[in-house]
């Protein structure tokens, strides 16, 4: 096999197998080696999404679960959103890692190795890897983003569980529960019945410190307790952790025509939604524009998530931090105001001009403006920095 690419892709989890099946289907793809260490077995997960019929029918052999009916609850109300044009599914990341592999076709190849280093050489990238040596004219890296140490993230642990009894609404998904112990930051239990008698739920935290393994299996005991839900067996277990204040990686530049150059895709550029952790449909649409680029020779990598929407982002997870007292009502105002096919929407990050206004009359005006001016001071005294130091 050549050890020479025309592009190297790092990682092949959603943003890089995605991109190399984009690859392999182009008329004259560019020759191209994606590195991963792991099989997709080792990396099994559930990705949820919402998604309308023609991709859900795209993606039916990696759906576990698709609704169309979904629940936010708390403790004095309960939103229920339906909707005719969205499904809410949930995946088997290894049956869509699978399937994406299964695409590739010469020149596009999937080695199992690790990168252990990157060095810049004339126009071209050597990349060090534990079993071998390869260069690439563009390396495109999905390695996952560093967190900042006090940032905030959503970690999870979850149970797939048998049940003795037939689950009362197999049709509903619950988003978020938020009954739960709420004092070690933004606390809900996310259940997602896959059949009458098999379901997967989640204690999901939204904070910057990760609590013992136990703390969440008491959480999600408690919440079977309180249901009146039985369970016959605990299938498995999933942990996960996800940045919602990204760092990019530090190796990572803007991909410039012409010139040996990495970039970061995928979560690793900025594509894990600040207010949801939600990043599947946004990598999806990064690396379809990408794909597309590439095919007419432009190789730079287009912002996953628009500036407005991360700023957006960036205020609501302020408030979070600033006023925890108010998040489950953040949440729960902001269900109330839209209805499924809205909320969807918003969750997608293609929320219209009305459903944003639907959204903003429902939030708390006095934290918002406050944290708004924060955010506006922040951007000017970036945009004052920037100047400062070009002049
Ligand atoms: C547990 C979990 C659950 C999530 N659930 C959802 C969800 O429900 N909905 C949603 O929208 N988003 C979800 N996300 C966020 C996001 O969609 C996923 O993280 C998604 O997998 C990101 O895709 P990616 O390609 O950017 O990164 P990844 O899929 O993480 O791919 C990066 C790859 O890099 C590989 N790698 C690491 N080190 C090296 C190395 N040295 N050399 C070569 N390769 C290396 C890894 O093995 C990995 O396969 C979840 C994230 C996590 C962690």
Not at 95 to 114: C, F, N
Request: overall charge negative; some cysteine; glycine content about 6%.
């Amino acid at each position: 096999m050549s050890t020479e690419f025309d592009i190297a892709i790092i990682g092949g989890g959603n943003a890089g197998l995605s991109l190399a099946a984009q690859l392999a289907a182009q008329d004259n793809p560019p020759s191209t080696v994606v590195i991963e260490p792991q099989t997709t077995q080792q990396r099994d997960c559930s990705w949820g999404l919402w998604a309308l019929e023609q991709q859900t029918e795209q993606l039916s052999h990696s759906v576990k679960g698709r609704w169309r009916r979904w629940q936010l609850i708390d403790n004095t109300s309960r939103v229920v959103h339906s909707s005719n044009q969205y499904s809410y599914l949930s995946l088997s990341s290894a049956d869509y890692l699978i399937d994406r592999a299964a695409q590739l076709r010469d020149p596009v190849s999937l080695i199992e190795d690790s990168v252990k280093a990157l060095h810049s050489q004339q126009h071209k990238t050597i990349i060090e890897t534990e079993k071998g040596r390869y260069s690439a004219k563009t390396v495109y890296d999905s390695r996952p983003p560093k967190i900042a140490e006090d940032g905030l993230r959503q970690h999870f642990l979850g149970w797939h569980i048998h049940t003795k009894e037939p689950i009362d609404d197999p049709d509903m998904a619950t988003l978020m529960d938020f009954r739960v112990d709420q004092s070690r930051g933004l606390h809900f239990i996310y259940a997602l019945p896959f059949s009458d008698h098999h379901m997967l739920i989640e204690s999901t935290l939204i904070s910057a410190e990760l609590q013992p393994q136990t703390w969440y299996r008491d959480a999600i005991e408690r919440w079977l307790r309180d249901n009146n839900i039985e369970v016959a067996e605990v299938i498995c277990e999933e942990t996960g952790v996800i940045p919602m204040d990204t760092l990019i990686a530090d190796s990572a530049s803007p991909v410039s025509d012409g010139m040996a150059s990495i970039a970061s895709i995928g979560a690793a550029s900025g594509a894990v939604r600040r207010s949801s952790g939600y990043a599947f449909q946004h990598i999806q649409q990064q690396i379809s524009q990408l794909a597309a680029g590439i095919a007419q020779g432009n190789m730079a990598v287009p912002t996953p998530i628009s500036s407005r929407l991360t700023v957006m982002d960036k205020i609501f997870n302020g408030v979070l931090l600033s006023r925890p007292e108010l998040a489950v009502s953040l949440y729960m105002r902001m269900a109330q105001a839209l209805n499924g096919d809205q909320f969807a929407r918003f969750m997608l990050g293609q929320a219209t001009a009305n459903d944003w206004l639907r959204v903003i009359a429902a939030m708390p005006k006095g934290p918002f403006l406050k944290e708004s001016v924060k955010q506006t001071a922040k951007q000017i005294l970036k945009w004052f920095l920037r100047q400062h130091k070009s002049a």
